[in-house]
């Protein structure tokens, strides 16, 4: 490997530590939102509910790119302003909650419901039978879904190159404009983005296996 080769690849690898904080916070964000709005949901608690399902319904059906872009550059109108990394965590983290949210309702709506009345037949409140039966149970459930949505919220890192956020698109789209050597760097781009999306992968099936409740199986 020459020394221009080893240089351009590790300023991408800077690039894709980038890309892998913003993703790991809105990831974390988008799991602990989705898991508490999903169970509001899953309960319809009055009004909450409501709110969580405007929110849910603004953020599934609106273009992440847009979102990012409302964040950055039109919320400064109104004296709220982020910095590209805020922004970048931000809009990850808000969007994936939307998905994630109604991942966790369904998973938790997917749980047998005659679980939850033998529970509540042994003399369990309805809060308790939720943290000792429905919680698990259904998070457990929704492992494949928000793995799926995970994977997403890291591949759509590449949208904060609208706000100059220095993740791996970006650091890639500048180093093409320097050297011209499109193949090479965004095929090297390309290729971080899929390890990286299959180690999520990976991982998450390692998961879902050390989870599995016996008798509910696990796909081999």
Known sequence: MTPTFVNELWI??????????????????????????????????????????????????????????MLYFALPDLG???????????????????????????????????????ARALGMSASRSFLDITLP????????????????????????????????TYVANRMVADTFKVFQVFGIAALAYLIVSNVIAVASRSLEKRVAVPGLGVAK
């Open 137 to 168: 149970l259904g998070t457990r459930a929704s492992i494949p879904a928000a793995t799926t949505m995970a994977i997403t919220q890291f591949r759509s890192s590449s949208f904060m190159i609208a706000v100059g956020y220095q993740e791996l």
């Open 12 to 69: 991408l690898l800077d690039g894709l530590s980038r890309s892998l904080l913003i993703s790991a916070i809105g990831i974390l964000m988008g799991l602990a939102l989705g898991l508490v709005f999903g169970a509001v949901r899953y309960f319809r608690i009055p009004v909450v509910s409501q709110l969580i399902g405007v929110y849910v319904n603004l953020f599934r059906c609106t273009p992440l790119l847009v979102q990012v872009v």
């Open 80 to 118: 709220i302003k982020f910095s590209p990394f805020a922004t970048s965590w931000l809009a990850l983290g808000l969007w994936g909650a939307a998905y994630h949210t109604e991942i966790f309702r369904a998973g938790f709506g997917a749980v047998n419901p005659n679980e939850v009345v033998a």
